[in-house]
């Protein structure tokens, strides 16, 4: 029996004018991802992709691992192809689906007629395939309400497909089609999830990492590279820059408030990252930030750091709790590396009692006497970048 696997674009159907090339992009992202498992042939009509193997080897379950992880895909599943014949339907139903029905005890099925010219309408089809289906597996009975599976027949232009159940999708937008940002990424929980949660809305990701040695040590930039290999597994490879901030924390400590240590680590940072990005192409700076979480993260701080950028600061876990980022965190497999005790260096220079609400330059007074350019300058001219998979 041949088969192929289906996929339904979801919140692509909505794009008017521009589905195609939402769907192209998407497309485009699941070939790269499938490439090593051989050759397929790739179709799409009536909001739905169709995957066909042209050769015998082909792995379908590391395929559907692999799909799982595209942006832009609602839902998936394996079918087998029927000819558009109720015959050729009956035949190969209990066939294809014995494996998964010898496991279950009730069953449904629903069919979607989209070709009208059919000659049995929907609750025939139904009728038809849920008796020869009772007829071959005695153990089963049907239950419409809340059965352990639902048997789906198909029948669209060219064929009919029978599946059974769906896999859900990673949802969101095909990376690519919303442009290119880049991260400012520490090491703990919240910023590989405000990464991850970007990407799922279709941008290309860059990511910058500030290092500052000997304060901190090489297990905590390979945490870092760790975190950012679990987020690429759904965003693609991702360029990071690691950038030596060292002298930078070195010079505010002996030229500024310590209150205010955090305030111009952090506006440094924002200043860096933001030349980094337009070297990059990026249009954007992507934070982890919620709001009140921590010291630098109240409304009056985040204003002091988003005053020395004239790109967008965008912040996806800005209303979200702690609770929140951590399910997410988990869902992606970055919890475990993000909780290892290796301090950033966020954490190296944390003042006793940060200023929280500063006013309008403050900051400003407060870092007056670093020679902000030249730091800047020496920090970009010792960036080492990395690309991670």
Same mark, same amino acid.
């Given at each position: 029996?041949?088969?192929?696997?289906?996929?339904?674009?979801?919140?692509?159907?909505?794009?008017?004018?521009?589905?195609?090339?939402?769907?192209?992009?998407?497309?485009?992202?699941?070939?790269?991802?499938?490439?090593?498992?051989?050759?397929?042939?790739?179709?799409?009509?009536?909001?739905?992709?169709?995957?066909?193997?042209?050769?015998?080897?082909?792995?379908?379950?590391?395929?559907?691992?692999?799909?799982?992880?595209?942006?832009?895909?609602?839902?998936?599943?394996?079918?087998?192809?029927?000819?558009?014949?109720? $015959?050729?339907?009956?035949?190969?139903?209990?066939?294809?689906?014995?494996?998964?029905?010898?496991?279950?005890?009730?069953?449904?099925?629903?069919?979607?007629?989209?070709?009208?010219?059919?000659?049995?309408?929907?609750?025939?089809?139904?009728?038809?395939?849920?008796?020869?289906?009772?007829?071959?597996?005695?153990?089963?009975?049907?239950?419409?309400?809340?059965?352990?599976?639902?048997?789906?027949?198909?029948?669209? $232009?060219?064929?009919?497909?029978?599946?059974?159940?769906?896999?859900?999708?990673?949802?969101?937008?095909?990376?690519?089609?919303?442009?290119?940002?880049?991260?400012?990424?520490?090491?703990?929980?919240?910023?590989?999830?405000?990464?991850?949660?970007?990407?799922?809305?279709?941008?290309?990701?860059?990511?910058?990492?500030?290092?500052?040695?000997?304060?901190?040590?090489?297990?905590?930039?390979?945490?870092?590279?760790?975190?950012?290999?679990?987020?690429?597994?759904?965003?693609?490879?991702?360029?990071?820059?690691?950038?030596?901030?060292?002298?930078?924390?070195?010079?505010? =400590?002996?030229? !500024?408030?310590?209150?205010?240590?955090?305030?111009?680590?952090?506006?440094?940072?924002?200043?860096?990252?933001?030349?980094?990005?337009?070297?990059? =192409?990026?249009?954007?700076?992507?934070?982890?930030?919620?709001?009140?979480?921590?010291?630098?993260?109240?409304?009056?701080?985040?204003?002091?750091?988003?005053?020395?950028?004239?790109?967008?600061?965008?912040?996806?876990?800005?209303?979200?709790?702690?609770?929140?980022?951590?399910?997410?965190?988990?869902?992606?497999?970055?919890?475990?590396?993000?909780?290892?005790?290796?301090?950033?260096? !966020?954490?190296?220079?944390?003042?006793?009692?940060?200023?929280?609400?500063?006013?309008?330059?403050?900051?400003?007074?407060?870092?007056?006497?670093?020679?902000?350019?030249?730091?800047?300058?020496?920090?970009?001219?010792?960036?080492?970048?990395?690309?991670?998979?």
């Amino acid at each position: 029996m041949k088969e192929i696997i289906l996929i339904k674009d979801g919140e692509l159907s909505l794009k008017g004018l521009n589905r195609c090339n939402f769907e192209d992009k998407m497309i485009s992202n699941i070939k790269r991802r499938l490439k090593s498992l051989g050759e397929i042939k790739i179709t799409k009509a009536q909001s739905t992709i169709y995957i066909e193997p042209l050769s015998e080897d082909f792995d379908f379950e590391e395929a559907l691992n692999r799909i799982k992880l595209v942006f832009g895909v609602a839902a998936f599943s394996r079918a087998c192809v029927c000819n558009k014949d109720m $015959d050729d339907i009956l035949l190969k139903a209990p066939m294809y689906l014995a494996h998964t029905l010898n496991k279950i005890k009730t069953f449904k099925v629903e069919a979607k007629r989209s070709d009208k010219s059919f000659p049995f309408k929907s609750p025939e089809i139904c009728r038809e395939v849920g008796a020869e289906i009772l007829k071959n597996f005695s153990h089963l009975s049907v239950d419409v309400h809340n059965p352990d599976e639902i048997i789906t027949v198909e029948v669209r $232009d060219y064929s009919a497909y029978i599946r059974a159940g769906q896999i859900h999708g990673a949802g969101g937008l095909p990376i690519g089609t919303s442009g290119r940002a880049e991260v400012l990424i520490s090491g703990g929980i919240d910023s590989p999830v405000a990464a991850w949660t970007m990407a799922k809305r279709g941008l290309i990701l860059n990511a910058i990492h500030f290092a500052s040695p000997p304060y901190t040590s090489p297990r905590a930039e390979q945490k870092v590279k760790t975190l950012l290999s679990k987020v690429a597994k759904y965003s693609g490879t991702i360029k990071l820059a690691i950038v030596p901030f060292t002298e930078i924390q070195e010079e505010i =400590g002996k030229c !500024c408030p310590e209150d205010y240590f955090t305030l111009i680590m952090r506006r440094m940072m924002m200043r860096i990252s933001q030349r980094v990005a337009q070297s990059d =192409g990026c249009s954007a700076l992507i934070t982890g930030e919620s709001l009140g979480q921590v010291a630098s993260q109240t409304l009056p701080a985040i204003a002091s750091t988003d005053g020395v950028c004239s790109m967008p600061v965008l912040r996806p876990l800005i209303g979200m709790d702690k609770e929140e980022i951590i399910k997410i965190s988990k869902q992606i497999d970055a919890f475990e590396t993000s909780i290892l005790p290796y301090e950033d260096c !966020c954490t190296v220079f944390t003042p006793k009692h940060p200023h929280t609400r500063p006013k309008a330059g403050q900051c400003e007074a407060a870092e007056a006497k670093l020679d902000i350019e030249k730091l800047i300058e020496n920090a970009i001219s010792g960036i080492e970048y990395s690309y991670i998979d």
